[in-house]
T-cell receptor
Framework: GENVEQHPSTLSVQEGDSAVIKCTYS??????FPWYKQELGKRPQLIID?????GEKKDQRIAVTLNKTAKHFSLHITETQPEDSAVYFC???????????FGKGTHLIIQP | ETGVTQSPTHLIKTRGQQVTLRCSSQ?????VSWYQQALGQGPQFIFQ???????GRGNFPPRFSGLQFPNYSSELNVNALELDDSALYLC??????????????FGQGTRLTVV
């Protein structure tokens, strides 16, 4: 099946700085990579996703990049704000099982 | 909000008992997936239902079973509960199965505690 590794597990940045979270995947056939944000006690919310026919996608302060050759994808958040504090999960399709395999999550802390 | 609703929100069960969790999918969505999220971990895929049929399963034992109804709502059943089954159970609905690269939207989850 798919294996998704996510780094770092905790990331602390100053408000206004940028944050980058990285994920690698094992299945070269994977072609869909969503990112979810989960605040404490709440549901995971889809914030951005990318399909394998593009290398980068942006939505305001959030961007995702994909390198299919290296099998890794990254989440970039610019001009971080206190409300960006949360746990972020990357995911990729679970091979042969039609679900999503998630990374272990990154706890992003925005320091005032 | 996503339009995906789950019930109940919290549940306490005794080891060995059985439990049924429910999920109403977003309007227009025919695919429901179930995930188990242990504390401090990412969600783990249990199984997916598409048009009332199970069409994918993760690494969970047969005592985890499910149903999808004609209105595309779904149930997750867990038999012979174990202490390690304590977790947040999430359902996610989507327009099509995940293999077709479609977004999945999560419900708020059911917090199950097994004592």
């Amino acid at each position: 099946g798919e294996n998704v590794e996510q780094h770092p597990s905790t990331l602390s940045v100053q408000e206004g700085d940028s944050a980058v979270i990285k994920c690698t995947y094992s299945d070269s056939a994977s072609n869909y990579f969503p990112w979810y944000k989960q605040e404490l006690g709440k549901r995971p919310q889809l914030i951005i996703d990318i399909r394998s026919n593009v290398g980068e996608k942006k939505d305001q302060r959030i961007a995702v990049t994909l390198n299919k050759t290296a099998k890794h994808f990254s989440l970039h958040i610019t001009e971080t704000q206190p409300e960006d504090s949360a746990v972020y999960f990357c995911a990729a399709p679970t091979r042969g099982a039609d679900g999503l395999t998630f990374g272990k999550g990154t706890h992003l802390i925005i320091q005032p | 909000e996503t339009g995906v609703t789950q019930s109940p929100t919290h549940l306490i069960k005794t080891r060995g008992q059985q439990v049924t969790l429910r999920c109403s999918s977003q309007s227009g969505h025919n695919t429901v997936s179930w995930y188990q999220q242990a504390l401090g971990q990412g969600p783990q895929f249990i199984f997916q239902y598409y048009r009332e049929e199970e069409n994918g399963r993760g690494n969970f034992p047969p005592r985890f079973s499910g149903l999808q109804f004609p209105n595309y709502s779904s149930e997750l059943n867990v038999n012979a509960l174990e202490l390690d089954d304590s977790a947040l159970y999430l359902c996610a609905s989507s327009l099509r199965p995940v293999r077709e690269n479609t977004e999945a939207f999560f419900g708020q989850g059911t917090r199950l505690t097994v004592v």
